[in-house]
C-alpha cells in the first residue's frame, strides 16, 4: 500500500512482474482500505494475484505474534515456496526469517528499483514515504540507504 500511496506501486511490477497475495492482504487493502490513498491502483492491478492459504491452522498460530495479513502472507509463503516475501513489520520479517523464507521491505524495493534505473533518487521517494504514507524510517537508516546509494550531500 505505502508504494501505491507515493503512486510507485509499478515498481513491484517491473522488478518482479506477477505477485500473488492472500485474500487476507486483499481485504485488508481493498476492502478495509476503501477510499484509502493507492487502494484503487492495488484493485486495478492485474498482476497482483489473489490466492487462498490452505493451513488455516498456521495462520492462526501467527496471529498471536502478528497481523491477520501478514500471517496470511508468511503462510502462504511457505506454502507456495515463494521465491521473495514483502514485510516491513519486524516481527513479521523476524518470523519469516525463522521459516527461511527470503523477504524484502519497500526500502528493499526502492533500493532495487534505483539500482536497476527505475527511479533516479531514493530521497525523495522516502521523504514520500515519511510524509505521504507516514511510513516511519529511523534517522540512521534513512541516512545509510542515502549513504549507499550514493546520494548523501
Do not use: C
Amino acid at each position: 500500500m505505502n508504494l501505491a500511496i507515493i503512486g510507485q506501486l509499478h515498481l513491484i511490477h517491473q522488478l518482479f512482474g506477477e505477485i500473488v497475495i492472500p485474500k487476507e492482504v486483499w481485504t485488508e487493502l481493498i476492502i478495509q482500505g476503501e477510499g484509502k490513498p493507492g487502494a484503487k491502483d492495488i484493485e486495478g492491478a492485474k498482476w497482483i494475484k489473489v490466492a487462498k492459504v490452505k493451513n488455516d491452522s498456521l495462520v492462526k498460530t501467527l496471529t498471536k505474534d502478528l497481523d491477520v495479513g501478514e500471517a496470511a502472507a508468511i503462510a502462504l509463503g511457505i506454502e507456495m515456496e515463494a521465491d521473495l516475501l514483502l514485510l516491513d513489520e519486524t516481527d513479521a520479517r523476524n518470523i519469516a526469517e525463522f521459516y527461511d523464507l527470503k523477504k524484502t521491505g519497500v526500502i528493499g524495493i526502492l533500493m532495487s528499483a534505483k539500482k536497476n534505473d527505475l527511479i533516479k533518487q531514493i530521497g525523495p521517494m522516502l521523504e514520500r514515504l515519511r510524509t505521504e504514507a507516514h511510513f516511519w524510517i529511523k534517522q540512521e537508516l534513512y541516512d545509510v540507504i542515502l549513504s549507499q546509494s550514493g546520494e548523501m550531500s
